[in-house]
């Protein structure tokens, strides 16, 4: 074969390959899952009603019979929230868990001032030895959990199961408005956080979460401003 030939041919091919991998990618980026905020954004939306309404509490108020039982919607409400932080936790830390302000601090201080130096410190500004040793266990953890990640189908899989619930939650409040049967409301008000407390007792990630966010310990560097 001519070497012309030979040229021409082997840059077609190199260019076909390439024409192969970008189709590759543009196929695998059109068809992607939805990021773990596409998907929990919309459920924010569904629930927005709800909250500027102040919360269930606020419809069980409204409803004669209901509002003798209206600290079940108040506890509903508290669930519903604590499984918007969480989800919103674990798409916020799928790459890692970010230094909070008391771990800014301690790092920043032991580099400047040496842990031992910095330790009197703590001692000299009112901090109790349980206190500091808290401090610097949290450290540790915040240093070992900063670069830690989440998979994000097993996140996705934990949105997908907060879902239902979520929905649950919305029909409720459009129940309360559409029906009289408030006794029957009440009852699935008390099913839902049944439901609720099994999934935040028993999912993987949701359980993960309650225990990183358990090793921040209150702080308040004066003692006269609230804790992180």
Same mark, same amino acid.
């Not at 596409?38 to 009603?49: A, M, V, Y």
């Not at 450290?139 to 900063?146: C, G």
């Not at 029957?184 to 407390?197: P, S, T």
């Given at each position: 074969m001519p070497l012309n030939k030979r040229k021409t041919l082997r &840059?077609? =091919?190199?260019?076909?390959?390439?024409?192969?991998?970008l189709l590759t990618s543009f196929v695998s980026t059109a068809f992607a899952s939805p990021s773990c905020h $596409? +998907?929990? &954004? *919309? +459920? !924010?939306? &569904?629930?927005?009603?709800i909250a500027l309404n102040g919360g269930l509490w606020g419809y069980f108020e409204?409803?004669? #019979?209901l509002r003798k039982y209206s600290t079940q919607a108040v506890q509903l409400d508290s669930r519903i929230n604590k499984? #918007?932080? +969480?989800?919103?936790?674990?798409? $916020?830390?799928?790459?890692?868990i970010p230094f909070n302000d008391l771990a800014t601090y301690i790092s920043r201080s032991i580099a400047n001032k040496g842990e031992h130096a910095f330790k009197e410190e703590l001692i000299i500004l009112?901090?109790?030895?349980?206190?500091?040793k808290n401090w610097f266990n949290f450290?540790? #953890? @915040?240093?070992?959990?900063?670069l830690r990640t989440l998979n994000s189908s097993? !996140?996705? @899989?934990?949105?997908?199961?907060?879902? *239902?619930? !979520? =929905?649950n939650y919305v029909s409720l409040e459009k129940n309360i408005n559409q029906s009289k049967q408030s006794k029957?409301? +009440? $009852?699935? @008000?008390? @099913?839902?956080?049944?439901?609720?407390?099994g999934f935040l007792s028993s999912d993987p990630y949701i359980t993960q979460a309650l225990d990183e966010i358990a090793h921040v310990p209150y702080w308040d560097i004066n003692e006269s401003t609230g804790g992180s």
């Open positions: &840059t077609k =091919n190199i260019f076909i390959f390439l024409q192969s991998i $596409e +998907l929990f &954004t *919309p +459920l !924010i939306k &569904t629930n927005d009603s409204k409803d004669p #019979f499984v #918007f932080f +969480l989800l919103n936790y674990l798409c $916020e830390t799928k790459n890692g009112g901090k109790t030895s349980k206190q500091i450290f540790k #953890f @915040a240093q070992s959990h900063r097993t !996140i996705r @899989a934990t949105i997908n199961k907060a879902i *239902p619930l !979520i =929905n029957i409301i +009440l $009852e699935n @008000a008390g @099913a839902l956080i049944i439901k609720i407390d």
